[in-house]
């Protein structure tokens, strides 16, 4: 835990926001130019510390920075830009290297006039970066990786930096999240949540559900972007649900039920496992509410380990010191509930309703599909009544569609079901789902032999 915690201190944005990495950078050419103007000499440790303390763990030890992140950048009516962050540290670093050697120039050799000739230096390459947006030292970076000043990858990249190694070291590929949210039937709330969500991420897909009362967003962005994305929405469900009115099929502990951060690439698992703990941590710093770790953050925990029994419960089993918030009060609000947080891979999260009213014989199915009841390995369900709908439905959550593939899964249902005299009506997408299982229910469909992603030209194109 201790070095989790160093390691989220230490981390450096990735990605960095293009509309605070110029006000940085405006900022210290500034104070360069003042230094040399009135010849402060003691000013050159100011500087020295501030990009010593950015290349180091990005904003948080440096008050310039965190000025731009925290107060000046949110209030700006801009839209912002992103930039790959190990490009931006790397240019950090070069402003530490500058700044220190001007302090040793100074301070231990005596030699002044070339100490603030390498400030000087230092205050065109910040200018530029301020007011133009060119980031010399990030041109830098991206040469020593062979892909040109531009910043893309070349066919044949340097020093044996392959496209899929530049793509992993830039962190080009963004992150998804999947927040669920108990509310499903006022649509003035879903829309407040899905703009506030929408206003710094881009929102793919928005899920609502009358019976289940719960809708289901899905969001993709870089890690930065992403948090703020979720701390943004999760906020306008504290302020507009409150769970004590609140009814639905599906079980729940908060207004912001679980939000899981999901990597696209298995590569990715690391950011998303940060992200997810800096949520975390401003979910229950900035907005007052509880969090429970989950998934990858808590292994052997699901959701189903908090929801069992409803709020009542969870806050009984948090009195008796059962089990306690990773994070915030120890008590659940009483219109907001908690919050259960953590990254995980991608899943499909797929119902298939069934015809009739018979509760039992929903729960009954679910419990031969499920990997509990000796079912398909990965699986997650729920048997629903849908009473507005006036049908039932087997609720799934799949998380691993190789090791138990959709369409056998729909099969086994679909049997089960005959055998209890049901039909099945249809089946429902949550969100979004890997392209992967969605070919592997094509080529099960077709009876293609061993079709998967490799033999579809868009998907071949992509992964080049």
Known sequence: MLFEVIRDIFAFPNPVNETSARIVPGSGAALAVLTISFQQGPLIAVLAYGFLARSLAGPTFSPLALLATRVVTPRLAVKHRYSPGP????????GAVLTLAASLLYYAAGAREEAFALLGLLAVFASLEAALGLCVGCRLFYLGCGSGSSGRPSAR???GCSPSTWRSLCGMLPLEAVPNFSEGRDRATIDAIGAAI???AELLDVHSDEDHNRSVFTLAADAEPLVEALLAGIAVARDRIDLRLHAGAHPRIGVADVVPIVPVRQEDAERARTAARVLARRIAAE????????ADLAPGR???FFRRGGPEELQRRIDSGE???????HALDPSAGGVIVGSRSPLIAFNVDLSGDDLEAAQEIAAVVRERGGGFPGVRALGLRLSRAGRIQVSLNVEDWEAAPLHDVVAAIEREARARGLEVLGSELVGLMPAGA?????GSLLRIP????????ELRLLDR
């Open 287 to 294: 907005l007052g509410l509880p969090v429970f770790l989950y």
């Open 438 to 442: 969605a070919v592997a229910a094509a």
């Open 323 to 329: 089990l306690t918030p990773d994070f915030g009060p």
């Open 198 to 200: 929408g206003s710094h």
């Open 302 to 304: 699901g959701p189903a």
């Open 87 to 94: 490009a931006k540290r790397f240019a950090q670093a070069i």
């Open 450 to 457: 061993g079709f998967d992603a490799s033999r579809v030209l």
């Open 157 to 159: 990249t340097a020093r």
